[in-house]
T-cell receptor
Framework: KAGVTQTPRYLIKTRGQQVTLSCSPI?????VSWYQQTPGQGLQFLFE???????NKGNFPGRFSGRQFSNSRSEMNVSTLELGDSALYLC??????????????FGEGSWLTVV | AQSVTQLGSHVSVSEGALVLLRCNYS??????LFWYVQYPNQGLQLLLK??????LVKGINGFEAEFKKSETSFHLTKPSAHMSDAAEYFC??????????FGTGTSLTVIP
C-alpha cells in the first residue's frame, strides 16, 4: 500500500511569489492535515481537511490556504512568499475524522526555500 | 489548547545503553498520546500510540512508553540503544479533528 506522497520534494521560490504543494493520501484515507516544520518553531499545525471541508485551522495568516478534492488529494498554497516561509511542509493522512485518537501518517515532506 | 513538553532537546547515549526520552503533556481529558521518529530528510514515522488500553505501550524497533496519569507523563524508553536509533523524536497529543500538538523534539545521538 502506497504511503502519503508529496510533490514536489524540493523547491526554491523568490519572495513575493506563490507556491502550491500537493499531497496524495494513503488510499482510503479521507482526512488530510498539513504541518509546517522549522528549526525554531518545530511542528506547527496548518489545517486539516475531511471530505473536502476544512475542519480545523491553525494560527497562520491568510496567505496560507488549502483545499481537498473529491479523491481526498489535497493542495496547500502560500501566496506572497516571505523569507520566513522557508520550511519543511509535511502532509499527513488519516483513515477517519472527527474523533481524537486517529493515527496520522506522514509523507516525506516538501522542502521550500524562499530567497 | 493542549501542550506537550519534551525535556532535553539533545540526548546522547552510548551504544547499548538505556534510552530515556521525556515527555509531559497537559490535558484536561484522557489524552491520546503518540511518539513519532524522524530520520534526516524524511517525514515522521509512528513509533507507538497510547489509547488507554494499557499504560505500557510497546512500539516498533524495541521502543516502549509508559503512560503515568498522576505525572502527566509519557516517557519513551529502549533498553539498549543502537546506532540506527539516532534520529529526532517527537511526542504528540491529539484532540478532536485530528489536530496534533507536537513537542519541540529531542535529537538522539548514539555514541559508538
Amino acid at each position: 500500500k502506497a504511503g502519503v506522497t508529496q510533490t514536489p520534494r524540493y523547491l526554491i521560490k523568490t519572495r513575493g511569489q506563490q507556491v502550491t504543494l500537493s499531497c496524495s493520501p494513503i488510499s482510503g484515507h479521507r482526512s488530510v492535515s498539513w504541518y509546517q516544520q522549522t528549526p525554531g518553531q518545530g511542528l506547527q499545525f496548518l489545517f486539516e481537511y475531511f471530505s473536502e471541508t476544512q475542519r480545523n485551522k491553525g494560527n497562520f495568516p491568510g496567505r496560507f490556504s488549502g483545499r481537498q478534492f473529491s479523491n481526498s488529494r489535497s493542495e496547500m498554497n502560500v501566496s506572497t512568499l516571505e523569507l520566513g516561509d522557508s520550511a519543511l511542509y509535511l502532509c499527513a493522512s488519516s483513515l477517519a475524522g472527527g474523533n481524537s485518537g486517529n493515527t496520522i501518517y506522514f509523507g516525506e515532506g516538501s522542502w521550500l526555500t524562499v530567497v | 489548547a493542549q501542550s506537550v513538553t519534551q525535556l532535553g532537546s539533545h540526548v546522547s547515549v552510548s551504544e547499548g545503553a538505556l534510552v530515556l526520552l521525556r515527555c509531559n503533556y497537559s490535558s484536561s481529558v484522557p489524552p491520546y498520546l503518540f511518539w513519532y521518529v524522524q530520520y534526516p530528510n524524511q517525514g515522521l514515522q509512528l513509533l507507538l500510540k497510547y489509547t488507554s488500553a494499557a499504560t505500557l505501550v510497546k512500539g516498533i524497533n524495541g521502543f516502549e512508553a509508559e503512560f503515568k496519569k498522576s505525572e502527566t507523563s509519557f516517557h519513551l524508553t529502549k533498553p539498549s540503544a543502537h546506532m540506527s536509533d539516532a534520529a529526532e523524536y517527537f511526542c504528540a497529543v491529539s484532540e478532536v479533528g485530528n489536530q496534533f500538538y507536537f513537542g519541540t523534539g529531542t535529537s538522539l545521538t548514539v555514541i559508538p
